[in-house]
């Protein structure tokens, strides 16, 4: 089954750097890439997402890139801000079969 | 304007005692799925249904079962909650092979 990595498991960026998540999955037939951001206590929301007929994509200060060749696909944030601070998820699915990364826990400070 | 409607939010449950999540949606999306999530770590699928179609994972435990009366309902059973089955359980569903929504989550506890 498809496995997926995720690096760094902790990220601790200055207000208004970039911060950069890094995920590797295993299935080369996985095609749909969503990243999710959680807040303590919260749901799982989606911010981005890609299909692999794409390179990337960006929306706003965040974007998501996908190598297929070596099936690794990052997230960009942008000129972070205090309010991105979250557990941020990747993603790798085929059909219905959607398997997550471990998580960033991604800290903005002031 | 609530999409994924997940009830009760927080549940208490003994141990061995049979418990039943609810989720209900007003997407009309064709696919429910059943995640566990505990602290600190990734949302696990359990299940999924496609349509009326029940689609189970291979490591999700017996003492787990799913009910989909209609397309917007769907239920989560454990049958003999144990202590290591105290997690935060989350709803969600797609349209076809898409977009998956998750609703708030319902967070059991096993006493």
């Known amino acids: 089954g498809e496995n997926v990595e995720q690096h760094p498991s902790t990220l601790s960026v200055q207000e208004g750097d970039s911060a950069v998540i890094k995920c590797t999955y295993s299935?080369?037939?996985?095609?749909?890439f969503p990243w999710y951001k959680q807040e303590l206590g919260k749901r799982p929301q989606l911010i981005i997402d890609i299909r692999s007929n794409v390179g990337e994509k960006k929306d706003q200060r965040i974007a998501v890139t996908l190598n297929k060749t070596a099936k690794h696909f990052s997230l960009h944030i942008t000129e972070t801000q205090p309010e991105d601070s979250a557990v941020y998820f990747c993603?790798?699915?085929?059909?219905?079969?959607?398997?997550f990364g471990a998580g960033t826990r991604l800290t903005v400070k002031p | 304007d609530a999409m994924v409607i997940q009830n009760p939010r927080y549940q208490v449950t003994q141990f061995g005692k049979p418990v039943t999540l609810s989720c209900s949606q007003t997407l009309n999306h064709n696919v429910m799925y059943w995640y566990q999530q505990k602290s600190s770590q990734a949302p696990k699928l359990l299940f999924h249904?496609?349509?009326?179609?029940?689609?189970n994972e291979a490591d999700t435990p017996d003492n787990f079962q799913s009910r989909r009366p209609n397309t917007s309902f769907c239920f989560l059973d454990i049958r003999s909650p144990g202590l290591g089955d105290a997690a935060m359980y989350l709803c969600?569903?797609?349209?076809?092979?898409?977009?998956?929504?998750f609703g708030p989550g319902t967070r059991l506890l096993v006493l």
């Open positions: 993603a790798a699915s085929l059909n219905n079969d959607m398997r």
């Open positions: 969600a569903t797609s349209r076809g092979r898409t977009t998956q929504y």
């Open positions: 249904y496609y349509d009326k179609d029940f689609n």
């Open positions: 299935d080369s037939a996985s095609n749909y």
